[in-house]
Structures are given as structure tokens and as C-alpha cells.
């Protein structure tokens, strides 16, 4: 009970990726299994089934995988872009010695996967694929190393998560400049001039949950219809939520006893309800504390259980049932290509540039960290999951054959750097491998 109360919010948030990445496996079980049953057409056509608004004048209607790869998942970026926010002013990445171990890690986690893939392509209609293998997924990931427990140091569950969002942020540029379709100018200066609005007004201290959610449905709106996609849209939109408090702690305390005090001397109903004067009380307590929390830090608290434990197991639901009996028709290059580039091109590219940064002091690798954890953290940022398949759903969005070759590799690329990670740091921690870098 005293472990569960002091454990500290990074730890708390590890605890909830872990669960994350539970459900996402079994998500992913579920869809495979009911893709390949003899109930497969009915999984086929609940995703394709239309929804949405339908009036004289107007129609908006896409299928509902739709509304989870552009609806929901931009649900995910907003949570996505209040972390990097997060990160980089008060976080991990908030200054140059903090950011340039898992910054190093990520650029070689990121390009040379690239690398590999675009060295081993032989196909011209595949070769839009190259970002496929750039993400790594971090619900599994931190599941990865939760299972492990106190076998691995805590900087180093830091550092993956760390690099991940280094990673995330490298994967939505991506998307914003490669894997978007032609740009309307129009609609997308009227969106920009909608983010500045909210931009100008958290520069001024004013922020509104309401106007935030209209916005932010309008800014979506006008994204997918310019052309861009629209989780873009959810990364810009938490940029614009203040990280900063209304009230100090200390004002906070002198309201809270202020408050406490006239509670304690309201008058109080014979009935179970509330006195007016307990009632005003009350709204004074509510309204000092919404001053009193961060807004980013609320919205990111309120959010991430959602889409930890609803938003990522559903897209997982509905994105990995691939048909496993319709091999004939996979490109079995194009699955090998981004298995090896998961596999290998993870793993070499963020252990050697590691090593290199190390070795010319650009970076200082915490002293608990043994070079063979970061091998072993290497292979288990090819667990790319859920962005790689929202990549490959991008990419080949003109060309739907590759598409299920594509969540193939993915499936058997991450399956691989999981069991290959955990089987280094699990045998890491019994005995030293390699010596500290």
C-alpha cells in the first residue's frame, strides 16, 4: 500500500503503458484470430461500414475504420503533443544534457531502419513505404521492461521513454510533409488562423476547455479536407494548452484553510443535500482549484487512460486483422524488407550511434546503464506497432494490396525485437554481458 501511494508519476505512467501494451497485444490477438474465423467477412465489413452525418444539404460520411485512423487516432497525437510539450519545457527534453542521449539514440533509430529499407527494396510501388519502420511503439516497449521489473534501472525505462517521444516527433513530421495529400491553401490558412487564435490566447494567459473542443473540431475538419492529415491537427492543437498554473501553491494552501474554515462553520441541512452557503463554498473550492492545476497537465491526466485503455486497442482491433490464408497474394519482399529493418536497423542504428556519440563525448550515459541494456533497449524499439501500422495504412492508402504485407511485417518485426530485447536485458541482469560503455 505505502509502495503504491509514493510511487513517483513517471513510474505511474510506466505502469499504465505496460497495461496499455497488454491490452494492445490482446487486441491484436482478437482481430487476427477473427480476421482468419469463419465470422472474417463480418470483422471486414464493420470497419468498412459507413458513418456519420447525412442531412438535404449536407453529407459527411467515411467508413469507421476511417473515423478511428483519422478520428480517434487524432485523439492519440493531441495526448502525443501535450507530452512533447511536457517533455521539452519542464521534462526530459528541457535542456541540451537531457535530450542529447535519447536525441542521438532516436536520429540513429530513425534513419538508418530508413536506410535498410529503401537498400533492400526492390519494388518502385513499395518504396513509399520507407517510414514504416521509423516508430517504435511505446505501450509495448515499457510492457517489455515492466515484466522485467527491477531487473532493468529506472533511467533506462527514461531514456525509452524519452527516445520514443524523440521518435513520435520525428514520425508526425513524416507524416505532415511525406504522407499528406495535395495541400487547398484556402482551408488550410483558415485552420492556422483558427490555431493562432488559441496560440495568442494561452500567450495571454486565457484558456477555455470549451472553446479548445470547438476549435479543435474545426481545425480538424478544415486539416482533412485540405489535404493534410488530421492527427496533424491534434499535435498543433495541444501546443496551444498552457503548461503554466493560474495560482502558486502557496496562494492555493491559504484558499484551501480560507475554505475550510467556512466550511466549517456553514450551516448544515437536516437533509442529505447541501446548504447554499455550503454550495458557494464548494464552487470557490472548484473554481481555485481549476486555477491551481496546469490545464496540459489535467488534460494529459484525464486523457491518457482513454486512450491507453480504449483509443490504442481499438485501433489495434480494427487495423491488425490480416488475412493469414491469403499469403498468395502478399509481397513477401516487402514483408521481409520491414521485418529486417525493424530487426536490425533498430537495433544498429541507435546501439552504433550511441556507441560513437559516447565514445566523442557528445553525450554522458547514465552510469547505471550498461551498454548491453542499450543493445537490448535497440531491439526493442523495432517494436513499432501502433504507428508503424498507421504509417503503412498512409502509405499505401493508393495501394491497399501492400497494405495487409505490410501489418505482416510489422506483426512479425515487432514479435521478434520483443523476444530478442527482453531475452538480452532478462540475461543482462544475471551477469555483465559487455562492460559499460
Not at 469463419?38 to 444539404?57: A, E, M
Request: proline residues 4%; glycine residues 6%; aromatic residues 12%.
Amino acid at each position: 500500500m505505502i509502495k503504491r501511494i509514493f510511487l513517483t508519476p513517471f513510474q505511474k505512467f510506466v505502469k499504465l503503458e505496460s497495461f496499455s501494451g497488454i491490452l494492445l497485444l490482446l487486441a491484436t490477438i482478437i482481430a487476427l484470430v477473427w480476421a482468419n474465423s469463419p465470422f472474417g467477412d463480418v470483422y471486414r465489413d464493420l470497419w468498412q461500414y459507413d458513418v456519420g452525418i447525412v442531412t438535404q444539404s449536407f453529407e459527411f460520411k467515411k467508413p469507421l475504420i476511417l473515423w478511428i485512423n483519422d478520428g480517434l487516432m487524432a485523439i492519440f497525437f493531441f495526448l502525443i503533443g501535450l507530452e512533447i510539450k511536457r517533455e521539452l519545457v519542464i521534462g526530459e527534453l528541457n535542456s541540451p544534457k537531457k535530450i542529447a542521449f535519447p536525441l542521438v539514440g532516436a536520429i540513429g533509430g530513425m534513419l538508418v531502419p530508413v536506410l535498410f529499407f529503401l537498400v533492400i527494396n526492390q519494388n518502385p510501388e513499395t518504396a513509399k513505404g520507407w517510414g514504416i519502420p521509423m516508430a517504435t511503439d511505446i505501450a509495448f516497449s515499457l510492457a517489455i521492461l515492466n515484466v522485467l521489473g527491477n531487473r532493468v534501472p529506472l533511467s533506462l525505462k527514461v531514456f525509452l521513454t524519452a527516445f520514443a517521444i524523440v521518435d513520435d516527433i520525428g514520425a508526425v513530421l513524416v507524416i505532415a510533409l511525406f504522407y499528406s495529400g495535395s495541400i487547398k491553401i484556402t482551408l488550410l490558412l483558415i485552420a492556422v488562423a483558427l490555431l493562432a487564435v488559441l496560440y495568442f490566447l494561452s500567450y495571454k494567459g486565457i484558456y477555455s476547455r470549451f472553446l479548445l473542443f470547438f476549435f479543435g473540431i474545426a481545425v480538424w475538419f478544415l486539416f482533412l479536407k485540405a489535404g493534410l492529415h488530421p492527427t496533424i491537427a491534434g499535435i498543433l492543437l495541444a501546443f496551444s494548452v498552457p503548461i503554466r498554473q493560474k495560482i502558486k501553491t502557496a496562494t492555493f494552501l491559504e484558499q484551501l484553510e480560507s475554505v475550510f474554515n467556512r466550511l466549517k462553520k456553514a450551516s448544515v441541512l437536516k437533509t442529505p443535500i447541501l446548504s447554499s452557503e455550503q454550495l458557494h463554498i464548494i464552487d470557490d473550492l472548484g473554481d481555485w482549484s481549476s486555477k491551481f492545476q496546469s490545464p496540459l497537465q489535467h488534460l494529459e491526466h484525464r486523457l491518457h487512460g482513454w486512450v491507453a485503455y480504449f483509443i490504442i486497442p481499438t485501433f489495434a482491433l480494427a487495423n491488425a486483422g490480416v488475412l493469414l490464408s491469403g499469403s498468395e497474394a502478399l509481397d513477401t519482399m516487402l514483408v521481409i524488407n520491414i521485418i529486417v529493418s525493424l530487426i536490425l536497423g533498430k537495433s544498429i542504428g541507435i546501439t552504433l550511434i550511441v556507441f560513437i556519440a559516447k565514445k566523442i563525448k557528445i553525450i554522458e550515459v547514465p552510469s547505471d546503464i550498461k551498454f548491453v541494456q542499450i543493445i537490448g533497449v535497440s531491439f526493442l524499439a523495432g517494436i513499432g506497432f501502433t504507428m508503424a501500422i498507421f504509417i503503412a495504412s498512409l502509405a499505401f492508402e493508393s495501394s491497399p494490396e501492400y497494405i495487409d504485407s505490410a501489418k505482416i511485417g510489422i506483426l512479425i518485426g515487432s514479435f521478434i525485437s520483443a523476444i530478442i530485447g527482453y531475452v538480452i536485458l532478462h540475461l543482462s541482469s544475471k551477469k555483465k554481458v559487455i562492460e559499460a560503455v
